[in-house]
């Protein structure tokens, strides 16, 4: 599966935050004998139309959608240097499918900054300095071979421009994917092969003080820090201590802070956006799940996720929307409204979708 790197500077909060993180993790809660790497943290995506959905199939239980966060320790200035921890640091970046920094806002004396101060900005600068610098080596590795290439073999030019093209970004300072060249665009995918790190797609989570937490001018300047990046604001300590409370308390606690859901909500939400998900729903008496597809998934693509088999055999899904479904009450209601439709395999799967698979064994 797909999975988000967590980075970001020495006492930032990264701990703490991946802690509550893997207080929260579904695995551990619905798969008791599932195999947990100690560095990665899986995390529901909340979903209300589950329990909406569990209420109309009588399901004994509920299975969100996941997105998986990867603790990547240590970045520290000079990383791209490729010293000890530098290189396994970049290597760990590489195999994440999105970057998630965590930037330090809140103020405390008694945590050290280690560049002396709180600068958010700084800070993202001081970490994006080290990716752009490690892409340029990549780059700069690549470059001349690809110019030499190009000049006898016309197909390999679209290449060598775009490479060129993003050493001239980088070079600015800026990161790819803040020119919109990223992963899975089509700018990206003549740079594909070269697995450069500022392509992923980028999230910032600002690790804020409470009072911050509902001072918009101060978050709508960080969110312009990072635009198009999306930018979530949480407190680290506070998820640590929502992640041990019950619901009810858990909420009264939120609600004293100005907040209507946990950060670690809101970061699984915009983590499984970033990297470019959508969910289908199934429901039944045993469960009501969302399963994860890419954008664009069609309906045999859709039925492969739950088993290849049902990708091989499949006939055509019965597909109600979800708004229908619960206007209808049921799926025999729903059917006799005409809201059930028969679809085959080039159907493009919609969010919302409560699927029926019909395949051959
Ligand atoms: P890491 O080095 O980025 O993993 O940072 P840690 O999670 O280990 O946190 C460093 C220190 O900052 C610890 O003493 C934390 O208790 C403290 N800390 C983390 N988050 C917050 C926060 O939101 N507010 C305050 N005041 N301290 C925090």
Redesign the pocket.
């Known amino acids: 599966s797909l999975t988000i790197g967590i980075v ?12 509550a993180l893997t207080k929260n993790d579904v695995l551990a809660a619905n798969y008791p004998f599932a195999t947990i790497e100690p560095n990665v943290g899986v995390v529901g995506v909340p979903d209300p139309r589950l329990q909406k959905l569990a209420e109309i199939f009588g399901s004994q239980r509920i299975l969100p959608a996941t997105v998986d966060f990867v603790d990547i ?1 240590g970045i520290v200035r000079g990383a791209s240097e490729g010293e000890g921890l530098g290189n396994k640091f970049l290597a760990n970046i590489r195999e994440s499918d999105a970057i998630c920094q ?1 930037i ?1 806002a ?3 004396e ?2 050290v900054h280690v560049d002396g101060k709180v600068s958010p900005k700084d800070d993202i600068e001081t970490i994006n300095t080290e990716l752009i610098l490690a892409d340029l080596q990549t780059i700069e590795k690549v470059l001349p071979r690809l110019q030499k290439e190009s000049r006898i073999k016309k197909d390999v030019a679209p290449k060598a421009k775009a490479v060129e093209e993003a050493k001239e970004i980088l070079e600015k300072g800026d990161t790819l994917f803040s020119q919109g060249i990223v992963q899975g665009s089509e700018r990206a995918e003549l740079l594909h092969d070269l697995h450069l790190l500022t392509t992923k797609p980028f999230l910032y989570v600002f ?3 409470e009072d911050e937490l509902v001072d918009e001018d101060f978050k709508n300047e960080q969110r312009a820090l990072v635009a198009p990046a999306e930018a979530i604001f ?5 998820e ?1 201590e929502l992640a041990e409370l019950d619901e009810e308390e858990a909420l009264e606690l939120l609600q004293s802070v100005g907040q209507d859901e946990p950060g670690l909500a809101t970061l699984a939400r915009v983590g499984f956006q970033t990297l470019g998900l959508q969910t289908y729903l199934t429901a039944g008496p045993k469960e009501s799940r969302a399963w994860t597809i890419k954008k664009g998934a069609t309906a045999p693509e859709a039925a492969g996720v739950i088993h290849t088999d049902f990708q091989k055999g499949f006939i055509k899904a019965e597909v109600i929307s979800f708004d229908d479904l619960v206007e209808a009450g049921s799926v025999a209601e729903a059917r006799a409204r005409g809201k059930a439709r028969m679809e085959g395999k080039d159907y493009v799967m919609q969010d919302g979708d409560v699927v029926e698979f019909r395949f051959n064994v």
């Open positions: 970001g500077l020495p006492n930032v909060g990264k701990s703490t935050l991946f802690n320790a965590v330090r809140f103020k405390d008694n945590v690790n804020v003080d949480l407190n680290a300590k506070l640590a």
